[in-house]
């Protein structure tokens, strides 16, 4: 079992920065890759970016260039994210994935405003 939490959502300006982080729990060692998705109001759950065990990244068109992944322990995931626009508000989800389960975690909002 893989337990996630994160934090670093709220409120900022177009054009403004947010850091989100993403702290596992329990079984990590068995953990594959990590990553984010979002859900914006009336839309379905859509990839932002993942990184997987080896480094490699993976971003959505829409935020490459203004998204960053990064892990820099087996425990933790972050997604720094600049040049933030309207477009960008959704719950953002931690996600984890193993060779036999996904994990996602609660959820935390972010919202841009105009």
């Known amino acids: 079992q893989v337990q996630l939490v994160e934090s670093g959502g709220g409120l900022v300006q177009a054009g403004g920065s947010l850091r989100l982080s993403c702290a596992a729990s329990g079984t990590i060692i068995f953990i594959n890759v990590m990553g984010w998705y979002r859900q914006a109001p009336g839309k379905q759950r859509e990839l932002v970016a993942t990184?997987?065990?080896?480094?490699?990244r993976n971003y959505v068109d829409s935020v490459k260039g203004r998204f960053t992944i990064s892990r820099d322990t087996l425990d933790t995931v972050a997604l720094q994210m600049n040049s933030l626009k309207p477009e960008d508000t959704a719950v953002y989800y931690c996600?984890?994935?193993?060779?036999?389960?996904?994990?996602w975690g609660q959820g935390t909002q972010v919202t841009v405003s105009s």
């Open positions: 996600n984890a994935n193993t060779a036999r389960s996904n994990y």
């Open positions: 990184i997987a065990r080896d480094g490699s």
